[in-house]
């Protein structure tokens, strides 16, 4: 057996399948196994894992903890699992996208004589697939991370879904780390730089979904705060653990990475300073807008009144002129109907026919 490829899953329902199809869609001129573990899930992970275990009994394993053991342990307790010279590490949101991933490293390590550890160029998502971020190493998203001294101070990460490193390496270093790490991979990368170089293929081969609430991404201040000190702790602890390295050099990427912390401070410092002017401003053109509707409002009143002021006269008189109108109209017609106005009438019509 080639390759042993490792996958961890703890509630990972949606995204699961499409990472055991990328396993198996994997082109090689070498047998693989893919092994899962289910860390205790509590939705429909288990039974998707179950079905591509009967499926496809002579190449999936499957495991399941009772309960829930958290990644460290579980990583740990299945890493021992693995038959094949080589262990490639995948979690069960990520997926591969590359059919010849497994293919290519293996020609990277086997043709190494100083490499037992290999790595790839990767993309981003969000929780839909939709792209974020392509090629994260080459654009700068995350560190290209290369040394045991980069790691502890920059915290970096070598995108653990794209592993693929010595079987025996791994199950050693797997054994060194603390079970209550609350990041086995950074523990994991530290123990591995100690001992080999990393083989960096450039090719994107995998895709890292953006899973905000992961033990990566938290989203409250306390289990961010859990997880910042986890990974403090880990520091002091390797710092201690192998005090002979080159501490100078580590120093100069600490004041480095201090500077550079600095300046994004001092940029998010302008931009709160810049929102805030903006809603000031904002404040201040709705202060000036409720103003004018309510200036606006009271005008309205005041020519409402006024129109029914007028309206009220004018009915008023026309009502009068009616009454004139009426009354002229009575003494018209008392006087087109009088005698005086008939015989007179009748005299000059009399004239007229007579010429």
Same mark, same amino acid.
């Given at each position: 057996?080639?390759?042993?490829? #490792?996958?961890?899953?703890?509630?990972?329902?949606?995204?699961?399948?499409?990472?055991?199809?990328?396993?198996?869609?994997?082109?090689?001129?070498?047998?693989?196994?893919?092994?899962?573990?289910?860390?205790?899930?509590?939705?429909?992970?288990?039974?998707?894992?179950?079905?591509?275990?009967?499926?496809?009994?002579?190449?999936?394993?499957?495991?399941?903890?009772?309960?829930?053991?958290?990644?460290?342990?579980?990583?740990?307790?299945?890493?021992?699992?693995?038959?094949?010279?080589?262990?490639?590490?995948?979690?069960?949101?990520?997926?591969?996208?590359?059919?010849?991933?497994?293919?290519?490293?293996?020609?990277? !390590?086997?043709?190494?004589?100083?490499?037992?550890?290999?790595?790839?160029?990767?993309?981003?998502?969000? !929780?839909?697939?939709?792209?974020?971020?392509?090629?994260?190493?080459?654009?700068?998203?995350?560190?290209?991370?290369?040394?045991?001294?980069?790691?502890?101070?920059? +915290?970096?990460?070598?995108?653990?879904?794209?592993?693929?490193?010595?079987?025996?390496?791994?199950?050693?270093?797997?054994?060194?780390?603390?079970?209550?790490?609350?990041? %086995?991979?950074?523990?994991?990368?530290?123990?591995?730089?100690?001992?080999?170089?990393?083989?960096?293929?450039? %090719?994107?081969?995998?895709?890292?979904?953006?899973?905000?609430?992961?033990?990566?991404?938290?989203?409250?201040?306390?289990?961010?705060?859990?997880?910042?000190?986890?990974?403090?702790?880990?520091?002091?602890?390797?710092?201690?653990?192998?005090?002979?390295?080159? #501490?100078?050099?580590? !120093?100069?990427?600490?004041?480095?990475?201090?500077?550079? !912390?600095?300046?994004?401070?001092?940029?998010?410092?302008?931009? #709160?300073? %810049?929102?805030?002017?903006?809603?000031? %401003?904002?404040?201040?053109?709705?202060?000036? /807008?409720?103003?004018?509707?309510?200036?606006?409002?009271?005008?309205?009143? /005041?020519?409402?009144?006024?129109?029914?002021?007028?309206?009220?006269?004018?009915?008023?008189?026309?009502?009068?002129?009616?009454?004139?109108?009426?009354?002229?109209?009575?003494?018209?017609?008392? /006087?087109?109907?009088? +005698?005086?106005?008939?015989?007179?009438?009748?005299?000059?019509?009399?004239?007229?026919?007579?010429?």
């Amino acid at each position: 057996m080639k390759v042993s490829i #490792i996958c961890t899953n703890f509630n990972k329902g949606d995204w699961v399948r499409e990472a055991i199809d990328s396993f198996l869609n994997q082109e090689t001129n070498f047998d693989f196994e893919i092994i899962i573990i289910d860390d205790a899930s509590t939705d429909h992970s288990y039974e998707i894992i179950q079905e591509y275990q009967n499926k496809f009994p002579e190449k999936v394993r499957t495991f399941r903890n009772e309960v829930n053991l958290g990644i460290t342990k579980t990583w740990k307790k299945i890493c021992r699992e693995a038959k094949g010279q080589y262990i490639a590490r995948c979690d069960s949101d990520d997926f591969w996208t590359d059919p010849l991933k497994l293919q290519k490293q293996v020609d990277l !390590l086997d043709a190494s004589s100083d490499s037992l550890w290999s790595n790839t160029e990767f993309d981003m998502v969000d !929780l839909d697939g939709n792209l974020i971020q392509k090629d994260a190493f080459a654009n700068k998203a995350l560190p290209l991370i290369d040394s045991y001294e980069e790691m502890l101070v920059m +915290k970096g990460m070598t995108m653990a879904s794209t592993w693929l490193v010595d079987t025996a390496l791994m199950q050693e270093v797997s054994a060194q780390i603390s079970d209550t790490a609350v990041d %086995d991979t950074f523990e994991l990368q530290l123990e591995l730089f100690k001992r080999t170089k990393i083989s960096f293929l450039s %090719d994107s081969t995998t895709v890292y979904r953006m899973n905000l609430g992961s033990d990566s991404k938290p989203m409250t201040l306390e289990t961010a705060e859990k997880r910042f000190t986890g990974i403090l702790n880990s520091q002091i602890k390797y710092l201690n653990k192998y005090p002979n390295q080159d #501490i100078k050099r580590m !120093l100069h990427l600490a004041l480095v990475k201090d500077r550079d !912390l600095d300046i994004l401070v001092f940029k998010k410092d302008r931009q #709160i300073e %810049d929102l805030n002017r903006q809603i000031e %401003d904002l404040n201040s053109r709705l202060n000036q /807008v409720s103003r004018i509707s309510h200036d606006q409002s009271e005008y309205i009143e /005041v020519l409402k009144k006024e129109k029914e002021e007028i309206l009220t006269n004018m009915t008023s008189e026309l009502n009068r002129i009616q009454i004139l109108y009426d009354d002229l109209q009575k003494q018209y017609n008392s /006087v087109v109907t009088s +005698k005086r106005w008939t015989i007179p009438t009748k005299i000059i019509n009399f004239f007229r026919r007579s010429k």
